[in-house]
């Protein structure tokens, strides 16, 4: 059963997404009404999926999900946002939280989120991905990950990745199997360090492998 932390500073908000969970199946095995209070729960929990409200006082959601993907974990965030195209929206995706979701969001569509995410895949499409950092990213090569490590397909691959391509698209553009791509995609996160493709699109404009209007 997937396990789940849910941290809001609303009560309502907590309860209400407790509801929908527990009746999906899904285990709810603590809350937080402050990032302090998800960041020690976590470590305490060890859920799999952490539902993460940006604005919290004491410390906020930001810098919560920063604290808890520092360390070596199999844990997943999903942020929690009243705002579609938020600059902590991503802000949070370039500290490794696998995608965001609206307060409104369905009880349908709120456990299929909770349970995309524990399957190791991003929630956000990469196409949405790409439209949140060509408004919020800066290009800092110095600060991330030297792609010097990446063999030359690889470097093709998260190119296309970066613009937003789906690994069928990707295999199409570069005349693989989709398979192949797979693999490609999962040695590319094993040799930078990232979570999922929500990352590598942040992390390829940032180092200034794409620029703004790269993508499609």
């Known amino acids: 059963m997937t396990r789940v932390l849910i941290a809001d500073d609303q009560a309502l908000v907590r309860t209400g997404f407790r509801m929908i969970l527990t009746a999906r ?3 709810v095995v603590g809350e937080a009404a402050d990032g302090a209070e998800a960041v020690a729960a976590v470590r305490r929990l060890n859920p799999d999926v952490v539902l993460m409200d940006i604005r919290m006082p004491t410390m906020d959601g930001l810098e919560a999900t920063r604290q808890i993907l520092a360390t070596p974990t199999s844990c997943r965030v999903l942020i929690l946002t009243t705002f579609d195209l938020d600059r902590y929206v991503y802000a949070a995706l370039a500290a490794g939280a696998s995608g965001f979701l609206l ?10 989120a909770v349970h995309l995410v524990t399957t190791g895949d ?4 990469p196409s949405i991905t790409r439209r949140l950092v060509e408004r919020f990213a800066t290009p800092q090569p110095a600060l991330h990950r030297d792609l010097s490590t990446l063999t030359p397909r690889e470097l093709e691959v998260l190119t296309l990745m970066g613009q937003g391509l789906s690994n069928a698209e990707i295999a199409t553009a570069l005349t693989l199997s989709e398979a192949t791509v797979k693999t490609h995609a999962a040695r590319i996160f094993a040799k930078l360090n990232l979570r ?3 990352q590598a699109v942040v992390l390829a404009y940032e180092t200034g492998l794409i620029t703004p209007g790269e993508g499609r």
């Open 25 to 27: 199946g899904i285990e």
């Open 196 to 198: 999922d493709r929500s």
């Open 103 to 112: 307060k409104d969001v369905t009880p349908e569509h709120l456990a299929a």
């Open 122 to 125: 991003a929630l956000l499409a």
